[in-house]
């Protein structure tokens, strides 16, 4: 019974146990889960390192568990009900990538065969209940000194044994109280709690505040579609082109979304269309990648988004959509295909390639005939 946070069982053996030379596993499970409330999640893992190491995890911030180990596989099961969920993953090199869970199947067949699980580099034990985004050092309590302050939180950390760089933890770094004005006016602004954003501008608070890696104020009430507070905030000066977390701004965010309506009182204030995160997408990709086909027919309709635009990599929107979508799980893979329809709908070239691929060949590769069926007609 652990708490999804810091507390982790490591599996005992050798790490090779784990990453066999034939390329191919198997591996059966009880579980349960009481909740969820990080994104990937991990229920079981060797690591993160690419397709090198395998693991079994929420699949982004659904109730779902994919797997990943020579092929992802997603199951569309719901699983965070706090009942005994019974699971199975398998990979046969060369053949497919499989996951059952309640005896349903769902599975990745290979194309010219399934990759394998890569040989053990960094010796590491599979860890059960971590909540792993990295090798599993990083999993490891913080250790370190903790500094209190009137108003924050200073950390930091010593680096571990284990860390490739010798740097000190990602976890150091100055830690604001909630209840800190800053802090205060992003929650309330998320909340949508007028009255709270309106006292705390009142008091001084600059409307364009930011803590550590968030968004701004305006970005998240756009995002929650909280009209009111995104009005207000525009009224007290907040910058509707202020970047932040990833060079996002507020527009960026909201695209993410269904709230059509706060992008469109965003850009009547003077928010760029055109603009990008730090990867090189635009407000096309954001909405792609999310299953937004509303706002993707708003941008490219009304405000005559270039449905062309590509990433740094080369990636059109098109591209953001497919990569999301999943083989076999029609339900999961709507709001994708939608968003694939309204890109073709309106200009998006099927056949620039990004990643050194077309449209086209990303949905073949990934098994999505219903998709490469639409690309090919």
């Not at 009900?81 to 398998?90: E, N, P, S, T, Y």
């Not at 059960?128 to 924050?152: H, M, Y």
């Not at 104020?217 to 009209?227: D, E, F, P």
């Not at 202020?242 to 060079?247: A, G, I, Q, V, Y």
């Amino acid at each position: 019974n652990l708490n999804g946070d810091n507390q982790y069982v490591t599996l005992g053996g050798k790490a090779t146990d784990y990453t066999p030379e034939s390329g191919s596993i198997t591996i059966s499970l009880w579980f349960n889960v009481n909740d969820f409330d990080k994104r990937w999640q991990t229920l079981l893992s060797i690591g993160d390192n690419g397709w090198a190491d395998w693991r079994i995890h929420r699949h982004q911030w659904t109730p779902n568990i994919s797997y990943l180990a020579g092929a992802m596989v997603r199951n569309n099961t719901k699983v965070d009900d706090g009942k005994m969920h019974h699971l199975v993953a398998i990979t046969e090199k060369g053949k497919e990538a499989r996951l059952y869970i309640d005896n349903l199947l769902v599975a990745n067949p290979g194309n010219n065969g399934v990759g394998d699980l890569g040989t053990d580099e960094d010796g590491w034990l599979p860890a059960i209940g971590a909540n792993l985004q990295g090798q599993i050092n990083l999993a490891t309590p913080l250790e370190g000194e903790f500094i209190p302050s009137q108003d924050s939180l200073r950390v930091f950390t010593k680096p571990t044994k284990q860390s490739q760089t010798g740097a000190e933890s990602l976890a150091s770094g100055s830690y604001r109280r909630t209840s800190h004005p800053e802090e205060a006016l992003l929650i309330a602004a998320r909340r949508g709690d007028l009255a709270k954003v309106k006292a705390l501008l009142k008091s001084g608070v600059n409307p364009d505040a930011m803590s550590k890696n968030s968004y701004t104020a305006l970005a998240y009430a756009a995002s929650a579609g909280n009209l009111d507070v995104v009005k207000f905030l525009i009224d007290k000066g907040a910058d509707v082109n202020h970047t932040s977390r990833h060079k996002k701004t507020p527009l960026l965010v909201a695209a993410t979304t269904p709230h059509v309506d706060a992008a469109k009182l965003l850009i009547a204030n003077g928010a760029k269309v055109d603009a990008r995160q730090q990867h090189g997408g635009g407000c096309l990709h954001e909405a792609a990648y999310r299953g937004q086909p509303e706002m993707l027919e708003f941008l490219l309709k009304e405000q005559e988004a270039d449905p062309n635009m590509r990433s740094r990599s080369g990636q059109t929107a098109l591209h953001f959509a497919i990569g999301q979508m999943q083989p076999g799980l029609p339900e999961a893979n709507q709001g994708y295909l939608e968003c694939v329809k309204v890109l073709l709908e309106n200009g998006t070239n099927p056949d620039l390639r990004g990643n050194r691929m077309t449209a086209f060949e990303l949905a073949t590769n990934n098994h999505l005939d219903e998709v490469a069926e639409l690309l090919r007609n």
